[in-house]
């Protein structure tokens, strides 16, 4: 059993206060009746995808495989074509990079923007992400950038204060470049470990606010060259086939190197990341799994693999 | 993958074209193609299930066998059938027959309630209420200032007892306080979160039995995925749902996830959110919503919300002279100001099917542009402005200098103002394959958008 497992699912089941059943037993329901292999497990196993939200595509794609699979090597029982498939499918997601890597040059920070769609979680990830940063003790900036939402300033000042990182803010309807580039040069002066830009959640069908970002991105990197090291694209994992979409558009505008996968503490699997990598080859970063400081964590792929069939 | 329902139909019927009859097979291959469809959309995978078998009951009922263009039958009928279950007609806010009217906006996180609140108290403000906006989501950092903010720009009144009050006490209060103020309806601004989390959603319950609500709106995004069914039934569960309503309806997501909300609730959808302002909330038009759950674009809304801004009188000129192909950069240059005034061009285009691919990159203008544009366009002779063909490398650098602009400017402007006239042509004889007549708006083409 996996009741030991530190880690995302680890938290993730402590957090629920449920015990869930155990990747054996998953096996067993989910080809539940089913030891040998026939139709009907194909069938199930779209199912379960689609649930998933993987999308038409990639499951259709996974499917196949599997049924290749089976006839080459003339496999009979379910729960060896199950060890098969979470092969696959960690083999999907593992390619790419999935720590956040804090490597800042010299005494210059390392400088992480902070972009999605509306209501994502960017500016509670940042909060989580500050904490964490600072636990290890390093110094960090935070910018706030969404200068439109109401009370957004507020919401990452109180983030700040929680971390004790400090913040770089201006008025509420500000340029949001304009505090980008406050922030890194404030961050560079001060030779910060880290900043973490917090912008306004948009969407990315709007064309100028699309072009607003890549103007942020433009003059963090006008004040410090090499900058922003990372552009986190946060999504929420209850996001359906629009997420692919979203991917796409932001990785269009911006140099995005990550996902920051949020709200996987609901009943949603976040199955469209697994398309977003296998099309855009962007890899996870962080998972989300709540709302208090220890609900970021490293994204893992095994684990991931393992909840998307809880 | 994304193309249109009807566009993968006809690959489906290019094959018995000419047999002029369906077969229960091709019938179940055309089936096969609406599943996908439905499921790129995000319609959750049983509720798929169920529809289809409603579908083929339906098109099994309707002889439509001897369809001449088949595509375009199935099409209808999967149409008329996802109308049908999302209601046919919009259902309006309910109102207590004595005030005060209590509204609950519950959801999960992120989806988008503390605006539609603000909406909400827009709305009702112009038709004559007094709202009272009140915050409850003592959880998320500075939830209740946001909600105040909010309360401000719409030019309502505000309440809450504060972040260390107990939720279930605010509202409560909220009642006094708003027969204090004069207030006649109540919004109750809930804190986001999860289905499975037990103790809030205790929380949400309590504080429906303490305040008996007049309407429990369930806020949901538009683009949620499967999972939609998953969270809507728990929350239906603990709460009486009354209404749903739908935001982030100005994206491009296909919006599927609507009619999985609907199936687990049964309740209908009052509105739907179309952008960040306060004043973008529509009444939900279920015709329009299964356009884009097939794919087919947004053609009523559109052509109804250019109707609102665009001079009739004007729109019928523009109209003839794109059809003669005389339009020209004056009457580019007051398109643009009049699509200015209709909001961004792009999410308008977008909404007529076929027009997202054909729509050119960069053809979205802000305020900037616009000023450039007329400092351009009127530093043109009335000839050029009609003819301008004839505007070559020296009457660019004149027009530049006289514009303040530079001649890479003038040369961006006439390549908009060229694309735009191609555009204009292809909009004249209307997208290739949209969905069956008699849907939809008749006469209404784009062309009546005055573009
Ligand atoms: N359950 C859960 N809730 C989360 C998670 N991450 C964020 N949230 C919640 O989602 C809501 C929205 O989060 P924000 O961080 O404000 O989202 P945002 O992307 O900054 O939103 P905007 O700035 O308004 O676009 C808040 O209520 C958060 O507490 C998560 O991993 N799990
Ligand atoms: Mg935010």
């Given at each position: 059993m996996t009741e030991k497992k530190a880690g995302f699912l680890g938290r993730l089941r402590e957090r629920l206060g449920k015990t869930r059943s155990g990747l054996l037993d998953n096996v067993k329901r989910v080809f539940s009746g089913r030891p040998r292999i026939g139709e009907d497990v194909f069938e199930d196993l779209e199912e379960i995808l689609i649930e998933g939200d993987l999308g038409v595509e990639t499951t259709m794609t996974i499917v196949e495989d599997m049924r290749q699979v089976t006839k080459e090597r003339k496999l009979e029982n379910s729960a060896d074509l199950f060890r098969v498939l979470e092969e696959e499918l960690a083999g999907l997601l593992e390619p790419g990079d999935h720590a956040l890597n804090w490597t800042s040059s010299g005494d210059d920070p390392h400088v992480v923007l902070v972009v999605g769609v509306n209501g994502a979680g960017k500016t509670t990830t940042i909060g989580k992400l500050a904490q964490k940063l600072r636990a290890e003790g390093k110094s960090v900036v935070l910018g706030a950038a969404d200068t439109f939402r109401a009370a957004a300033v507020e919401q990452l000042t109180i983030w700040s204060e929680r971390a004790g990182a400090a913040i770089v803010k201006h008025a509420d309807g500000a340029d949001p470049a304009a505090v980008a580039y406050d922030a890194t040069d404030a961050a560079v002066a001060r030779k910060a470990d880290c900043l973490i830009i917090d912008t306004a959640g948009r969407l990315h069908t709007k064309v100028n606010l699309m072009e607003e970002l890549k103007k942020i991105q433009r003059v963090v990197g006008k004040r410090l060259p090499g900058a922003p090291h990372d552009v986190l694209l946060v999504l929420d994992a209850t996001t359906g086939q629009n997420g692919l979409q979203q991917a796409i558009q932001f990785t269009e505008a911006l140099n995005v190197t990550g996902i920051a996968l949020t709200k996987l503490d609901g009943t949603a699997k976040g199955g469209i990341a697994v398309a977003i990598q296998k099309q855009l080859g962007i890899p996870i970063k962080l998972i989300g799994v709540g709302e208090a400081v220890d609900d970021l964590q490293p994204f893992n792929a095994r684990e991931f693999v393992e909840a998307l069939f809880e | 993958m994304f193309e249109s329902l009807n566009k993968r139909l006809e690959e489906v019927f290019k094959n018995i074209r000419g047999q002029g009859k369906l077969t229960e097979k091709n019938m179940k291959e055309s089936l096969q193609e609406i599943r996908m469809a439905l499921l790129e959309a995000d319609v959750n995978y049983k509720v798929v299930k169920g529809f289809i078998a409603d579908v083929q009951e339906a098109a099994t009922g309707q002889k439509v066998l001897d369809a001449v263009h088949p595509g375009q039958m199935i099409v209808k009928i999967v149409h008329e059938e996802l109308v049908k279950v999302m209601g046919e007609k919009n259902e309006p806010l309910r109102m207590a027959d004595s005030p005060p009217t209590i509204l609950m906006m519950v959801g999960l996180q992120g989806q988008g309630k503390t605006t539609t609140a603000g909406k909400l108290a827009v709305m009702l403000k112009k038709k004559g209420h007094r709202p009272l906006l009140v915050g409850a989501d003592v959880y998320r950092p500075a939830a209740i200032k946001q909600l105040e903010v909010v309360a401000g720009q719409a030019g309502v009144e505000s309440f809450s007892l504060g972040e260390n009050a107990n939720p279930v006490d605010t509202c409560v209060m909220a009642g006094g306080e708003a027969q204090m103020r004069n207030c006649d309806v109540i919004i109750l601004d809930t804190a986001g979160r999860l289905h499975v989390d037990a103790e809030m959603m205790g929380e949400v319950r309590q504080i429906h039995s303490a305040v008996n609500p007049t309407e429990i709106l369930f806020v949901a995004n538009a683009m949620q995925g499967q999972d939609a069914v998953n969270s809507a039934k728990e929350f239906h569960a603990v709460l009486p749902l009354t209404g749903v309503i739908l935001t982030q309806m100005d994206g491009d997501a296909r919006g599927g996830a609507a009619l999985s909300l609907i199936s687990v609730t049964g309740c209908p959808i009052k509105f739907v959110g179309t952008g960040e302002k306060l004043d973008a909330l529509d009444a939900f038009h279920p015709q329009r919503l299964a356009d884009q759950i097939l794919g087919m674009g947004d053609i009523v809304s559109l052509v109804e919300k250019a109707q609102e801004v665009v001079d009739q009188e004007q729109a019928l000129k523009f109209q003839e002279k794109a059809r003669k192909a005389t339009w020209d950069l004056e009457d580019f240059l007051q398109q643009m100001q009049q699509v200015k005034k209709m909001g961004s061009l792009g999410d308008l285009v977008k909404?007529?099917?076929?027009?997202n691919k054909m729509m050119p990159k960069g053809m979205d203008f802000d305020e900037d542009e616009l000023k450039y544009a007329e400092a351009i366009v009127y530093s043109m002779t009335p000839y050029e402005r009609r003819h301008p063909k004839i505007i070559n490398g020296s009457r660019r650098r004149r027009i530049a200098t006289g514009s303040g602009t530079s001649v890479p400017d003038v040369n961006h402007l006439l390549k908009d103002f060229q694309k735009m006239k191609k555009m204009i042509k292809k909009m004249m004889k209307g997208p290739k394959g949209r969905g069956p007549k008699g849907r939809g708006p008749q006469g209404l083409g784009p062309a009546g958008l005055g573009f």
């Open positions: - | 909404k007529i099917p076929g027009m």
